[in-house]
């Protein structure tokens, strides 16, 4: 954990003061990595914990793909600026994940029910997406396929001091109820008859990282794979037994990185994802 | 059943007739006896113009449901689907890829994605063995999302391959020339026979892999080459039009409730798959020229759901 942070200040010294006349215009971009990788990693080790499964990550399940929907509409259609399409994709965002969870709680909870409808959603997303781009004019195009993808160079300070609140807001609920998660790990009837209210904690920390991502999304866009190769990295690495301020950490530390390329952030994460997958579809095979 | 089956047949009749007959300018009904009796007209051309395009609803419906049929008979598994399973997404990866290093010519674009079939193909049978149903298809899942994830970045790097990409993000039939349907047609034909020669072991298969394997059933040979089978199928449809999401997965849950057979099976779903696809592009038609892949996915998704609530 130490050597986590000590690697994210460095990271990021280096990017704002070298040179140092770039400071107030790097910044942003620096503090914006932070958080929003903060918010990613969070949110996926929380979705893969929650439904007790490294694959199903926020991005798997459609939130993103809902957020990244709205954005390249407003962006595309709608001719809304930056500041409101955050706020647009963050509100769909959450209305996307909000059905995903209501349709799976109709006829009773199941983590299967819920990845499945997930799957769904976010294949329609997709579609969706799918469409908004084939009617776009071509000059547009760049600016939605950052949207698809994500980017930091939109970061401003209203929409980061708002993630800062809601990170603050998760630490602590994450420090309330830490025993619990680890709990909560052990299996659901396990968990209930050591005296955990299963129901509450999973309503609670879903829509914890509900939140997480949508307004990270808001921020920066879905940044492609990152809240879900967090958790399996930080799992392997480290081998504790509740990696969870690990794997925000290391969603932070993966975005501080990608500042550095010329490309958009989300063309980084993106592309570790790849080969992380790979890891986790071989670990999975070894498991089940 | 039998009434079933009737309407199966005749739905994929009408199909076939509303697609030539509809669409910017709609043909009427005397018109297309015209067309049928071989006159030449102004109208008339306007119908054989059509024509490739529901040629390759009729190709590409079919290669797909069976596709669909072979996978889910290897993996024991009702919800899989080469869509779902990014099988699609491998060979649209490689054909932007191919499209970013300047191979474009048509041989190029079949060859790269019958080798992006391939690749998936290969990582889903390795881990299709230990995955129950749910967990194959997350598993695939998060091959797609991954694999678009890095097509969008790499389309971000050159404008000219961004704007192929999002034609290459949905299929489509509307580009459908009689050159192509030609040129993967041996792909198919192979793929088809394969399917054909396999399908008595795999109807066996579905039973149990310990069960088959005491009727006599090669299981390692058969999954190998029904994977082939489904990789040429799949792949050369995806270089002609583009990934097109869900079909197969309704046509078989449809299928299954028309016979118990395998063989039976694959010819209703191929059937089904045809008219449906027929049906989305029409639909699509209706809509604005809409893309059939982004229809299926639309009407999919919600079916796809609804499958999972029973």
Partial sequence: MKRLIVGIICLNVLYCWVPSYLLPFRLPQAIGAILCGMAFGLAGYLFQTLLDNPLASPDVLGVSAGCSLAAVICLLFLG????????????????????????????????????????????????????????????????????????????????????????????????????????????????????????????????????????????????????????????????????????????????????????????????????????????????? | MNLKRGVVILSLFCMVWLSLQMGVRSASFSQMIAFIQGHTTYMTQIIGARLPRTLMAFVAGPAIALATIQIQAMSHNPLAEPSLLGINAGSSLLVVLGLLLGFQGPIDRIVLALAGALIIGVVIM????????????????????????????????????MDQFRFWQVGAIVKANFQDIALVTPFLLVGLVLAMLMMPALDQLRMGDELAQSLGVNRVKTRLLSMASVVLLVGSITAICGPITFLGLWACHLAKRLSPSLAQQSIWAMMLAASFLLGCDIVGRLLGELEVGVVTALIGGPLFMWLIRR
């Fill in chain 1, 80 to 288: 809304f600026g930056p500041m409101l399409t955050g706020w647009v994709a963050c509100l769909a965002g959450l209305s996307v994940s909000g059905l995903i969870f209501w349709l799976s709680n109709r006829h009773g909870y199941s983590k299967l029910t819920m990845i499945l409808i997930g799957i769904g959603s976010q294949a329609m997303m997709s579609a969706g997406i799918s469409i908004a781009l084939l009617k776009a004019n071509t000059y547009q195009l760049k600016d939605a396929l950052r949207w698809l993808n994500g980017s930091l160079n939109e970061a401003d300070w209203p929409g980061l001091m708002v993630l800062g609140m809601i990170l603050v807001i998760a630490f602590g609920l994450i420090i309330v109820f830490y025993e619990s998660i680890g709990l909560y790990k052990l299996g659901d009837e396990l968990a209930q008859s050591l005296g955990l209210d299963v129901k509450k904690l999973r309503t609670v920390f879903f829509v914890v990282s509900l939140c997480l991502v949508g307004f990270a999304c808001s921020v920066c866009g879905p940044m492609a794979s990152l809240s879900f190769i967090c958790g399996p990295i930080v799992t392997r690495w480290l081998k504790k037994e509740n990696p969870i301020f690990e794997a925000g950490l290391m969603g932070a530390l993966i975005l501080s990185a990608a500042n550095f390329n010329p490309f958009p952030a989300g063309i980084l994460t993106g592309l570790i994802g790849a080969p992380v997958l790979l890891y986790v579809l071989y670990q999975m095979k070894g498991n089940l």
């Fill in chain 2, 126 to 161: 390795l881990i299709a063995d230990s995955q129950t149903p749910v967990l194959l298809v997350l598993a695939g899942a998060a091959i797609s999302v991954a694999l678009r994830s890095i097509v969008a970045a790499l389309s971000l790097t050159s404008q000219y391959v």
